[in-house]
Nanobody, 121 residues
């Protein structure tokens, strides 16, 4: 099973940017659809963005459209989430996940440990 490790979280002021990385090891992600999720304290985990195995299909939650960009580099076994114009409500633990499903919104079974993103006002 592919192991996923997120990095790049931290503390940033509102309006700032962060770049999250998800590095895979123990296997290739080149045939997997990948997603970024987040979970804020007291809230359910929600999908933020997703990308198909070849980058041809993308999904963004309405709350992040126009501010976040998901991308992948299969040669480097990496998925990136570029987050711009951050808002305090973006504060959450962000998780990288993988799925073999063709549905970008469903059945993610392989998860990273998460990285904390905190946006101060």
């Amino acid at each position: 099973q592919v192991m996923l490790v997120e990095s790049g979280g931290g503390l940033v002021q509102a309006g700032g940017s962060l770049r999250l990385s998800c590095a895979a090891s123990g296997g290739t992600i080149s045939s997997l659809n990948m997603g970024w999720f987040r979970q804020a304290p007291g809230k359910e985990r929600e999908i933020v963005a997703a990308i198909s195995w070849n980058g041809g299909r993308l999904y963004y939650a309405d709350s992040v459209k126009g501010r976040f960009t998901i991308s992948r580099d299969n040669a480097k076994n990496t998925v990136i989430l570029q987050m711009n114009s951050l808002k305090p409500e973006d504060t959450a633990v962000y998780y990288c996940a993988a799925t073999v499903s063709s549905n970008l919104l469903g059945d993610y079974r392989n998860w990273g440990q998460g990285t904390q993103v905190t946006v101060s006002s």
